[in-house]
């Protein structure tokens, strides 16, 4: 198992006496991987039915880290100082093997812990602490090639269109980068309810947003869990729940005492299914395979953790 999926760390080696230093002043927090576990369930003939993550009950302020980042992916400026602290706090685990056959196209899960929230600015996702759960479909190599810039926001003339709904600086290295984060994708290729926004992460990719669906952004004055999907060099490259903590404390106040044995009053809480308001037409870069329609959201009491699923997988063809 390595480090980075051990422990939340410093930067990786940009400049490698600054990176060194900043280890050795920088707090390390153990990230308890065995508490955080993938899973996959299949029917009688092989099937996959769900897809999930669980992260344990206790992951809340008190036990994760209340630092912005842990600046693995942050942008620094030409001396080597954080301006942007990209991106929360990081975990990659793989899919167990059992996952693993026809139609199946994920390669990892990235969670993300953002104590702070993170934009589009004005948005309801600042300031509101929650997890990105980021189901990647492209290759790891392919999303770390977006690396962040350590000379400051990039200027980088955007010549593909209409400007997009939600403006961000470029934090990339290079607006190569950017350019090929940005690039156009036929239409079949894309959610129809969805807006590709000017939001390119550095180890991510860029972010579609439901500007027609998403509470969130139809005056519902707040953000309890919603659905992106992620766009990475022309095609669609993670499928991505983000849910907020305070919607997870949430059911947890709604769970009765323990009833001191499994089941019981202890049943879990389960919240949905939650439809993913919108899928492309056809897959591009040969990610056709088993897509879900919809994700639930789950709490057990007994013990203690939360289950964050894809469900109710059908096939999306390549295009």
């Known amino acids: 198992m390595s480090l980075r999926q051990l422990l939340f760390v410093a930067p990786p080696l940009y400049n490698k006496f600054f990176s060194f230093l900043l280890f050795l002043l920088t707090p390390v927090v153990l990230f308890v991987v065995d508490r955080y576990k993938t899973f996959v369930t299949k029917n009688g003939s092989g099937k996959m039915t769900e897809l999930g993550i669980i992260v344990p009950g206790a992951a809340d302020v008190d036990t994760l880290p209340s630092t912005p980042s842990d600046n693995n992916w942050a942008l ?3 001396n080597g100082q954080v301006i942007h602290p990209c991106c929360g706090h990081e975990l990659v685990l793989p899919f167990p093997k059992e996952a693993y056959g026809p139609g199946f196209f994920f390669t990892e899960i990235q969670l993300n812990w953002n104590p702070l929230g993170h934009g589009p600015p004005g948005s309801l996702y600042e300031g509101a602490p929650h997890f990105d759960f980021h189901f990647y479909t492209t290759p790891t190599e392919e999303r770390e090639s977006l690396i962040p810039s350590t000379v400051g926001p990039q ?70 869990h919603t659905w992106i999907w992620g766009h990475l060099l022309g095609s669609i490259g993670y499928l991505e729940p983000m849910v907020a903590l305070e919607y997870m404390d949430t059911l947890r106040a709604m769970a009765p005492a323990k009833s001191g044995k499994k089941g019981g009053s202890s049943a879990p809480i389960s919240e949905g299914p ?20 919809n994700y639930d959201i789950i709490y057990d009491p007994y013990k203690n953790e939360f289950s964050f699923v894809l469900t109710d997988f059908f096939y999306i063809e390549n295009c």
């Open 274 to 293: 939650f439809p993913i308001w919108s899928h492309p037409a056809c897959m591009g870069a040969g990610r056709g395979g088993m897509y879900p329609k």
């Open 76 to 78: 620094l400026d030409g």
């Open 155 to 224: 200027e980088c003339p955007w010549t593909g269109g209409a400007v997009p709904e939600a403006e961000f600086p470029v934090f990339l290295d290079s607006c190569d980068q950017f350019e090929a984060s940005m690039q156009l994708t036929p239409p079949e290729q894309l959610p129809p309810t969805y807006t590709i926004v000017n939001a390119v992460e550095p180890g991510m990719g860029n972010h579609m947003i439901d500007f027609v669906n998403s509470p969130e952004w139809n005056g519902a004055g707040y953000f309890t």
